[in-house]
Structure formats: C-alpha cells, structure tokens
C-alpha cells in the first residue's frame, strides 16, 4: 500500500524558516507527481505547491518567492521549504501522492495524515 510519513512541522515565529519532508513508500515514486496542500483555520483548504516527475513546479501565489518544494528521487522523499513564514502560513500541510494508473483507472491520490506548521507573531 501506498504510505507517506511527514515530518519537520512545528512552531516558528513569523520571519523564521521550516523544512517539512514526506517519505513516500508503496509506489514508483520517480513516476509521480507530489503535492503540498494545507487547511488553515477559517480559509479553504488549498495547493500550496506541485512537482512533476520533470521537476516542474507550481505555487499559490501567497508562497511564491518564499516556498520552493523539491524532490530526491533515490530518497523517495518530497520537500518544502518554507522561508520568510508569516501567521497566515499557519495549518495543517498535507503531502499528496498523484500516481497515474493508465487510461483505464486514472490518476489516485493519496494523502499522509497532515503535519502541524504553527507561525506565532
């Protein structure tokens, strides 16, 4: 099955740095593309950033110029560094795994369990 085991959360005053890991087993990692979403209090849940298997990237405008996500695949292992974070950072980050599966099934998803980034003033 398909695991993936955050780590590198925690609490940060505004201005200051985290670098959040997730560890991915169960799949062919350099095939999949690998997200970072987060649900902050009282806002909808969004995609903060994206790689492809190309090293492509993508982010919400909020983090640009302060997130960078990047990947290792002989680690299998996704990061985010987060720089310059600010109390609207704060939520619960999700890594999330993209696998394509072909024509027939599809692009799965898969979700870690979150991991806990607090940014206090």
């Known amino acids: 099955q398909v695991q993936l085991v955050e780590s590198g959360g925690g609490l940060v005053q505004a201005g200051g740095s985290l670098t959040l890991s997730c560890a991915v087993s169960?799949?062919?990692?350099?095939?999949?593309?690998m997200a970072w979403h987060r649900q902050s209090p009282g806002k909808e849940r969004e995609l903060v950033a994206s790689?492809?298997?190309?090293?492509?990237?993508t982010y919400t405008q909020s983090v640009k110029d302060r997130f960078t996500i990047s990947r290792d695949n002989a680690k299998d292992t996704v990061y985010l560094q987060m720089n310059n974070l600010r109390p609207e950072d704060t939520g619960v980050y999700y890594c999330?795994?993209?696998?394509?599966?072909?024509?027939?099934?599809?692009?799965?998803?898969?979700w870690g369990q979150g991991i806990q980034v607090t940014v206090s003033l």
């Open positions: 999330v795994v993209l696998e394509d599966n072909g024509p027939r099934i599809g692009t799965l998803e898969f």
């Open positions: 790689i492809t298997t190309q090293g492509s990237t």
């Open positions: 169960g799949t062919i990692f350099r095939r999949d593309d």
